[in-house]
């Protein structure tokens, strides 16, 4: 294991024991820092798979994009909750297809209307009912950092990165072979 994993994995773990159990009063602390990773983390995604550029070239505009989604993020905390609550459609629905491999639903326009719907359920519901959606959605952001710094120290990376191109290109979710240890700490989780 390199010195990188052991780092992230410790680092997940500790940021999901705060989200956890403090979530609630940390959240308009984190909120730059959410817009900010899933800025980057899209941006960085989508030019990495669909552009030739160079890495510096990837990382830098994907930093770009992380400000200003990060800054948008804590302008627009209302926006944040939908976002939020969006988010945790996407990775119910990610989930929820991941079980049928691929056969759930067959053809890739209706695994994104899927995916889309819920995650708009999931954000309108959040924005409703704001408290209770951000102390569930700390909490279960907070158990799956634990889990995927855990699997990320087991040497399993797969929790860490939900493969936007392979969901828009093969229209499935795969999350992989997954080593006996990390479907125990996924079912604990």
């Known amino acids: 294991m390199d010195w990188w994993t052991l780092a992230f994995g410790i680092l997940a773990i ?13 959240f308009l602390s984190l909120l730059f820092l959410v817009g900010f990773v899933v800025g980057y983390g899209v941006c960085a995604s989508l030019l990495y798979n669909y552009t030739t550029f160079a890495f510096w070239i990837i990382f830098l505009i994907g930093l770009a994009a992380g400000l200003v ?7 627009l905390w209302i926006i944040a909750v939908f976002i939020m609550g969006a988010l945790g459609g996407f990775i119910l629905g990610c989930f929820i297809l ?6 759930l639903i067959p053809v890739q326009w209706g695994v994104w209307l899927f995916l889309g719907l819920l ?9 409703f009912l704001i408290k209770p959606a951000i102390i569930v959605l700390t909490a279960f952001c907070g158990g799956y ?6 699997a990320a120290l087991m040497n399993d990376n797969s929790l860490f990165t939900p493969n936007f191109v392979e969901i828009y290109e093969t229209g499935t979710v795969d999350i992989g072979d997954k080593s006996w ?7 604990v989780w």
């Open 14 to 26: 500790l940021v999901g024991l705060a989200l956890c159990f403090i979530g609630y009063r940390l």
């Open 69 to 75: 989604a990060g800054i948008l993020t804590r302008i």
């Open 119 to 127: 995650m708009l359920l999931c954000g309108i519901v959040s924005v």
């Open 98 to 103: 991941s079980m049928g491999d691929g056969a």
């Open 145 to 150: 950092a634990i889990v995927a710094g855990a």
């Open 181 to 187: 240890e990390t479907w125990v700490l996924v079912a």
